[in-house]
């Protein structure tokens, strides 16, 4: 087999999606080897190759393929998020030329991939050195940072047009499984209509997940905000398997489409976890809180869930769920919180 870097297997991001789901030692091990052949060995190619690229241009960075690549394992000593693993794989290649405390990175996960470099803690006169470069010429450094805004907005303006494009092509193919699916529970015999009505739920599921998905990738951050009329806007969710109990007495203001999309996910965790009833209620003005009466959580993974949110690592505990209700609650100035229950599970959702 050929030791040249060839790129990363669409699997290896497969594998990073399934340690996310699946964050423990139990999970990891069997599937260590795996880890290795589809991460492990290729950022130690890509190192090789990259440092016989820097060798080439001369320039003073090193790729070592033995100290590059950081550990797949998370350093949780003084973490509340107690996560064995981290979802992705990176490598840094230090400066090798005079001065040091300069050098690059690679950074990649399922949606994003990056390279970086700069300086770390840099000594005095080199620190000094580059502020004198940047009042003798801050035309140059403006141009770097108005070339960045540029690049960023083109990237806004790309992720609208896969919104609008993505809601056609992903939603038309669900809709059209869904009534096939309905189609064929009719006409089954009734011996497998459980298992199709297992498949049209999981389907339900998909599609709610994608309507929120494309929610957000509309707003791109800027809510549009309607007096929220709640019983109503619960009677058009697919709620199924969970009662709700609605006791909302205060004013709610939100954007409809991604509170919908919220709630809809917030409810199918709390039924896939154990609820069968969830009490809904507004403890004040634009603030929605949700209680279960299912099994709870352990304070230390309670306590992992609150400073991932806190702290937005949406990469550790959180799940799909929690991570789209905490970005709808910070797309209006809020955000989601995890207040002590003494039975159950509860949420809160700070929408101003």
Request: a neutral charge; aromatic letters at 6%.
């Amino acid at each position: 087999m050929s030791n040249a870097f060839d790129g990363f297997r669409p699997e290896a991001l497969d594998f990073l999606v399934e340690l996310a789901l699946n964050n423990d030692r139990s999970w990891f091990g069997p599937r260590k080897a795996e880890y290795e052949a589809l991460l492990k060995t290729p950022l130690e190619r890509l190192c090789t190759a990259l440092d016989g690229e820097f060798r080439a241009r001369g320039l003073p960075l090193s790729a070592d393929p033995a100290r590059s690549p950081f550990r797949i394992y998370r350093d949780v000593r003084f973490a509340k998020d107690k996560s064995p693993y981290k979802t992705n794989v990176g490598a840094s290649f230090p400066w090798t030329g005079e001065g040091g405390g300069v050098g690059g990175y690679f950074h990649l996960e399922p949606g994003h991939v990056f390279v970086g470099g700069g300086m770390w803690h840099p000594a005095p006169p080199r620190l000094a050195a580059w502020r004198a470069a940047v009042s003798e010429d801050p035309e140059r450094v403006h141009g770097a940072i108005d070339d960045l805004g540029r690049r960023l907005a083109q990237r806004v303006m790309n992720e609208r047009a896969f919104s609008a494009h993505a809601a056609h092509a992903l939603r038309t193919p669900l809709a059209g499984m869904d009534a096939q699916l309905a189609v064929a529970l009719r006409e089954c015999p009734p011996a497998l209509q459980p298992r199709l009505q297992q498949v049209r739920a999981a389907s339900m599921r998909l599609q709610r997940v994608v309507r929120a998905l494309l929610d957000l990738f509309r707003t791109g951050g800027e809510v549009q905000r309607s007096a929220i009329d709640l019983p109503g806007l619960l009677s058009h969710l697919p709620i199924e398997g969970v009662e709700v109990e609605l006791q909302a007495t205060r004013p709610l203001s939100a954007d409809a489409d991604l509170l919908a999309a919220a709630l809809a996910n917030l409810l199918d965790n709390a039924r896939r976890h154990g609820a069968r009833h969830v009490r809904i209620d507004t403890p004040q003005a634009d603030t929605l809180r949700l209680a279960d009466d299912g099994p709870g959580m352990p304070a230390e993974r309670l306590a992992a869930l609150r400073g991932a949110l806190a702290s937005q690592s949406y990469d550790g505990p959180t799940g799909l769920g929690l991570m789209l209700a905490d970005r709808v609650a910070r797309a209006h100035g809020g955000a989601l919180t995890l207040p002590d229950a003494s039975g159950g599970f509860v949420i809160e959702l700070k929408l101003a």
